[in-house]
């Protein structure tokens, strides 16, 4: 069992930054892959990005690429989403997940467990 927990959403200028933890309980954290998915009101959840267990690989959604940067430290069971040069189409509850299967995920059924959420709102 893995408990997931979100922080540091809150509300952002157009172009400004905001840097989303999840801190997860559990021993095998370091086994998992992790993912983002962010929701808008009416729309359905989507992916964000996404981490292998050893960080070596990251998979990003196209329109954050160059803008998002997602990270892990194992040792201390964190997952991080830097975000960068925001936009208000940004704006939405983002989710931390973890994938106990092989590989990285793109779609919300590629994984077991989700955080809570924190919103994250951008002004124009």
């Known amino acids: 069992q893995v408990q997931l927990v979100e922080s540091g959403g809150g509300l952002v200028q157009a172009g400004g930054s905001l840097r989303l933890s999840c801190a997860a309980s559990?021993?095998?954290?370091?086994?998992?892959?992790m993912g983002w998915f962010r929701q808008a009101p009416g729309k359905e959840r989507e992916f964000v990005a996404a981490?292998?267990?050893?960080?070596?690989?990251?998979y990003y959604k196209d329109s954050v690429k160059g803008r998002f940067t997602i990270s892990r430290d194992n040792a201390k069971n964190t997952v991080a989403l830097q975000m960068s040069s925001l936009k208000p189409e940004d704006t939405a509850i983002y989710y931390c997940?973890?994938?106990?299967?092989?590989?990285?995920?793109?779609?919300?059924?590629?994984?077991?467990?989700w955080g809570q959420g924190t919103q994250v709102t951008v002004s124009s």
């Open positions: 559990g021993r095998t954290f370091s086994s998992y892959a």
């Open positions: 997940a973890a994938r106990t299967n092989y590989g990285l995920g793109v779609q919300p059924d590629d994984y077991d467990y």
């Open positions: 981490i292998s267990w050893s960080a070596g690989n990251t």
